[in-house]
């Protein structure tokens, strides 16, 4: 009931349109309660005897069809409209939260889960609007008006037709906690469909290199089996809910209703008209109202699951934040200090710790060490993706901590390994590194990564779309197409995600003489999988276990003969294992 009273309080930003649809309903609800008092007058006379005005029933029956029929175009108009914009300003203000939120809530959340809280988990609540706002108000008003109108005809057989409310209740209570049980076991095997569905199909490549298309459908039947049973069960339980719930009231209600009423009439307490009128009222206007109440229940239920996750991600803050008192960071030479940074994921479990490294504008540096030693997090600090948990780090002398993170990831340019392009133009996504750029910008850049004669050569040029995630397109040239687009961004300092790996040496040559290009005059640090790719680094940090264990030139590490030399051997090694077995072959 938390999440449904929030529910109604983001609803208070339309408060307009919803006072107007609350006007109609309340018009088109009293619309609909004078025919039973027709049907009353119109018993009454004929079976007294008494001249009856038809041409002013029927006019009076005529109008009020038209009135309804007006009445009931707009309002339906304006709840379409209010569920339509409150459902884009829900995804869009999921979205552009989403984008506030810090990389660790991205690396924690599967991509489906997210997906689905933006699409289902939204459009799920359009119930609560259509069904759920308009029946409260329609309903609310028609008790409460029909209420007074059967007291007033006979307040006896008010009673007695209102003595099956009690077990309305019993019937929502035995069925409302497994129906709220349900609908969150429904939407966590949906959340696991749709989190499965996005990665297979983003990995397909893999799942046919290893020939598990069979596997995968069995294991998608598997998954989808769950849902259906889930989906069945819920069915089921709202349907029992409000098919007893209407049993109450059309069966066991208008049962009394009719054998008391009855004999009210035949021993003259009560007219047959006034009997018909009754009728009408209870069976239409107070048991059907009631029903519908209780099926709001159940919607509130079955979206209170959809509404926690909405609530949740809105709910939940960036990790990394600007300071109320944060600066811009000017534009900068690029020195990088590490001042004794500490920093841990969870709590009580470092992975860098205590590390002092001093950069001086234009140096390259390199990091290299063994998986989990620390080298993605050292950079991924230098982005501010996250907060030191001790130190500082800085760039011209600027806390990291003091300047708006902004400032600061504009003049950070990445170019990793795993390649990111959108599924839009070249043009597009070259652009994407600084959307002012002009064509002539856009070609340079993509000229300085020897891209431009691959662009120029496709039917469309610059407006070719790529497909998603660039399947359109080599390893090779969606990495050159990554570096033209760092380097329209122009940043001052660079890191690098080794960019030339598991490639042919002609690529690899290209791909080096593009960085070659995008590192001159610019600070520079790459984590490095291939040793080859960073001799001529000015500096290299071997790390281990989020220290930093040695600290050199290329020629000085291997002179020392320790973990960097061992790790250099290791892979010269294993590169003249596969020449010499290479040369055997042919």
Partial sequence: MQNFIRFVGELRRYARIMALIAFLTVVNSALTLPPPMIVKYLTDHVMQHRPVNLPGIFSIVVGIAICSAFIGFWLTYCITYLGQRFKYDMRRKLYAHMQTLSLGFFEKSQTGKLMSNITNDVASLDQLIGGGFVNVVQDTVMLS????????????LSLAA???????????LTFIGRIKKTSSDVRDQREVIYGDLQEKLTGVQVVKSYAKER?????????TRNLLGLN???TSLSTGLWTIAEFIGSGCGTGLLLWYGGRLVMHGDLTAGSLMAFYGYMSGYIYAPTVRLIQLNDQIARTNTALGRIFYTLDTKPIVTDRTDALELPDVKGDVTYEKVWFEYEAGQPVIKGVDLDVKAGQMIAFVGQSGSGKTTMVNLLQRHYDVTGGRITIDGHDLRDVKLKSVRSQVGVVIQETVLFNTTIRENIRYGRLDATQEEIEAAATAANIAHVISALPRGYDTRIGEHGIKLSGGEKQRIAIARAILSDPRILILDEATSSLDSETESLIQEALDRLLVGRTSFIVAHRLSTIIKADKIVVMEKGLIKEFG?????????????????????VALEGLVEASTAI
Wanted: aromatic letters at 20%; hydrophobic letters at 50%; zero cysteines.
């Fill in 215 to 223: 596997y995968e459908v069995r294991q998608f039947v598997g998954e």
């Fill in 232 to 234: 069945v069960r819920m």
């Fill in 145 to 156: 008006a029909v209420l007074v109108i059967v007291f007033s005809i006979n307040w006896r």
């Fill in 162 to 172: 209102l003595a099956v409310y009690p077990f309305y209740i019993l019937n929502y």
């Fill in 553 to 573: 030139s290329h020629q000085e590490l291997l002179a020392s003969d320790g973990i960097y030399a061992g790790l250099y051997n290791q892979q010269f090694k």
